[in-house]
């Protein structure tokens, strides 16, 4: 079990630049899921891309509460509807702004041995994967924000704590 450290917008441009593809699966791809793995489990995260961790591989990995999903070189291949909902993203700490993202998409990965697999998902599994894909290609939530309501849902969060 390795911890890697989060890379926060800001304090390094490896967010903004375009993770190169995968082409050798192997022990040491191996190695950097696990370890994603285990740093978005140990933030408290529900995604993670392998820039946020300093490396700009097209590796991603989410969980939303169904079990670890993890896709190498993922691409949307449809998406439909749309959601305005806050999200937030672990190398943005304290932040939260609404985003629209797709309601329901498919998504065509590999997996660590090269494996071909296809994920579909809504919900919070929909704006997982556009969230960490967007990731790969440099871009970030902020960049795709509506409205920033960090202040607004720490005062909801108050005022339910205090009755």
Request: glycine letters at 10%.
């Given at each position: 079990?390795?911890?890697?450290?989060?890379?926060?917008?800001?304090?390094?441009?490896?967010?903004?630049?375009?993770?190169?593809?995968?082409?050798?699966?192997?022990?040491?791809?191996?190695?950097?899921?696990?370890?994603?793995?285990?740093?978005?489990?140990?933030?408290?995260?529900?995604?993670?891309?392998?820039?946020?961790?300093?490396?700009?591989?097209?590796?991603i990995v989410l969980d939303?509460?169904?079990?670890?999903?993890?896709?190498?070189?993922?691409?949307?291949?449809?998406?439909?509807?749309?959601?305005?909902?806050?999200?937030?993203?672990?190398?943005?700490?304290?932040?939260?702004?609404?985003?629209?993202?797709?309601?329901?998409?498919?998504?065509?990965?590999?997996?660590?041995?090269?494996?071909?697999?296809?994920?579909?998902?809504?919900?919070?599994?929909?704006?997982?994967?556009?969230?960490?894909?967007?990731?790969?290609?440099?871009?970030?939530?902020?960049?795709?924000?509506?409205?920033?309501?960090?202040?607004?849902?720490?005062?909801?969060?108050?005022?339910?704590?205090?009755?």
């Amino acid at each position: 079990m390795a911890i890697r450290k989060i890379v926060e917008l800001g304090r390094d441009d490896i967010l903004r630049k375009h993770s190169r593809k995968v082409e050798k699966f192997d022990r040491r791809l191996g190695q950097l899921l696990d370890d994603m793995a285990d740093t978005m489990y140990e933030a408290d995260g529900v995604g993670l891309a392998a820039p946020q961790v300093g490396v700009l591989k097209r590796c991603i990995v989410l969980d939303v509460g169904e079990g670890l999903i993890e896709m190498v070189n993922p691409e949307i291949l449809w998406a439909e509807g749309e959601v305005v909902e806050p999200e937030g993203c672990l190398s943005v700490p304290g932040r939260r702004g609404t985003v629209a993202r797709p309601e329901r998409v498919r998504a065509h990965g590999q997996d660590r041995k090269g494996k071909h697999i296809e994920v579909e998902g809504e919900g919070l599994l929909a704006r997982c994967l556009c969230h960490e894909i967007d990731h790969l290609d440099g871009i970030v939530y902020v960049d795709k924000m509506i409205e920033d309501v960090t202040d607004k849902l720490e005062e909801e969060a108050r005022e339910a704590a205090e009755g």
